[in-house]
């Protein structure tokens, strides 16, 4: 069964740097989209950065110069580098992917499956 799980959050200070980590697992075959998603109370869900395998990344503008994504496919996990962070990042960091796992040696697909999120606090 396909997981997503989300780590890597705290309490950080304005100006301070995190990484988040988004593992994938459940006999992965491939993870074809990811996406880093923040909710903060009171607000609509944001993109902060997703991309598709061959394609680019695209990162929200509030973020565009701060945060930069990586990804390690050897370990299905995808990483958020979060720098220079300001109180108004607060939010629970959401993990989201598609893609394609093993079962039974059948491969089927996994479409928008979302971890439970990890929580960053920027705050002085």
């Known amino acids: 069964q396909v997981q997503v799980v989300e780590s890597g959050g705290g309490l950080v200070q304005p100006g301070g740097s995190l990484r988040l980590s988004c593992v994938v697992s459940?006999?992965?075959?491939?993870?074809?989209?990811w996406g880093w998603y923040r909710h903060a109370p009171g607000k609509r869900r944001e993109l902060v950065a997703s991309?598709?395998?061959?394609?680019?990344?695209h990162y929200g503008d509030s973020v565009k110069g701060r945060f930069t994504v990586s990804r390690d496919n050897a370990k299905n996990t995808m990483y958020l580098q979060m720098n220079s962070l300001k109180p108004e990042d607060t939010a629970v960091y959401l993990c989201?992917?598609?893609?394609?796992?093993?079962?039974?040696?059948?491969?089927?697909?996994?479409?928008?499956?979302w971890g439970q999120g990890t929580q960053v606090t920027v705050s002085s």
């Open positions: 991309f598709t395998n061959g394609g680019p990344t």
């Open positions: 459940g006999s992965i075959v491939t993870i074809d989209n």
């Open positions: 989201q992917a598609d893609g394609e796992y093993d079962e039974h040696g059948v491969t089927r697909l996994f479409r928008d499956f």
